[in-house]
């Protein structure tokens, strides 16, 4: 029984539906836990030519460009109408989105 848990686990973690997976072992026993999806959200890809420029979500900081640049992560909105700032060396670049559920928004900034 112990053997085939362990063939299932592994099965599974070899799986690229699975892929993203975290794992907590208790006891010798593994607990494998999904990421939960986000549906309510949309996503956000800033590709911009200065990685430092500054990314403002309706008027507040909400980091560097290169954060959001799709490695390792994108800007994640909930559903709804946002105004996006960018804003390198006294230059200001402004973007009226509206970002939908499940569905992702590629800017190409350049200075």
Not at 31 to 36: G, T
Not at 50 to 55: E, F, Q, S
Not at 59 to 78: I, N, V, Y
């Amino acid at each position: 029984m112990k053997k085939t848990l362990a063939v299932m686990i592994i099965t599974l973690l070899a799986t690229p539906i699975f892929a993203g997976l975290r794992h907590r072992t208790y006891h010798h026993h593994t607990l494998v836990v999904a990421k939960p999806i986000v549906t309510n959200q949309g996503y956000v890809d800033i590709n911009c030519n200065r990685d430092r420029a500054l990314v403002y979500v309706n008027g507040r900081l909400a980091g560097m460009a290169d954060e959001f640049d799709g490695f390792p992560s994108k800007l994640h909105l909930k559903q709804g109408a946002y105004r996006i700032k960018i804003e390198s060396n006294g230059k200001v670049k402004t973007f009226d989105l509206f970002v939908t559920a499940g569905h992702e928004i590629n800017l190409d900034v350049e200075f």
